[in-house]
Structures are given as C-alpha cells and as structure tokens.
C-alpha cells in the first residue's frame, strides 16, 4: 500500500515562505516521478510542480515559476515544495503525488491527503 503524507502547511502572510513535504511509503520511491498540485475552493486541481524519480529534471506551472522550488531526497523518500513570495491567490490545498511521468497529469497514480496553505493579505 503507498502512503504518501504531507506537512508543512499553515498560515502565512504575503510575501511569506513556507516549505512544504511529503513522506512516501509502501514502494521504491527513487523509482517514481513525484509532483505537487494545489486545489482551491471552486476550482479544478492544478499541477504546480513535477520532479522525476532521479530529480534533475523538473516542472513547474506558470502560476509558480520564479517563486516556487521542488526538490526530493531519494535517501529520506521525500519530496518538498519551497514556496516563496507567497500571495494570496496560492491559497489552497496542496497535494503531492506520485507518477509515472511528472508531466502528465494523467498518469499521477497515487495521492496524498492534501495540507492546507493559506495566504492572509
């Protein structure tokens, strides 16, 4: 069974920091492709971010780009989200997920419970 659990979210003002991350379990981890979505109140889950299985190629969507950084630590079966110069409008919930291709939205497999991320005016 893969388990993939996040922390790290909370309340941050604008222009603010936080570091997001997520323990996997269950299955080889260096294997897999990782990636970070984000969902907020009425609207559809966004990728924001993609990392593959040995992380030195990645992906981030233009809503984050410049501000937010995805990186893994296959010894520790982590992946993290550094998200700087935060605004208000990055206000949601926030999931990492597993793939077999970071690229394609299609083809994240496994998901975690989400973590919410709040960002005060």
């Known amino acids: 069974q893969v388990q993939l659990v996040e922390s790290g979210g909370g309340l941050v003002q604008a222009g603010g920091s936080l570091r997001l991350s997520c323990v996997v379990s269950?299955?080889?981890?260096?294997?897999?492709?990782m990636g970070w979505f984000r969902q907020a109140p009425g609207k559809e889950r966004e990728l924001i971010a993609g990392?593959?299985?040995?992380?030195?190629?990645?992906y981030y969507g233009d809503s984050v780009k410049g501000r937010f950084t995805i990186s893994r630590d296959n010894a520790k079966n982590t992946v993290s989200l550094q998200m700087n110069k935060l605004k208000p409008d990055d206000t949601a919930v926030y999931y990492c997920?597993?793939?077999?291709?970071?690229?394609?939205?299609?083809?994240?497999?496994?998901w975690g419970q989400g973590t919410q991320v709040t960002v005060s005016s």
């Open positions: 997920a597993q793939s077999r291709d970071y690229t394609s939205v299609a083809k994240y497999d496994y």
């Open positions: 269950g299955r080889a981890f260096s294997n897999w492709d």
């Open positions: 990392i593959n299985w040995s992380g030195r190629s990645t």
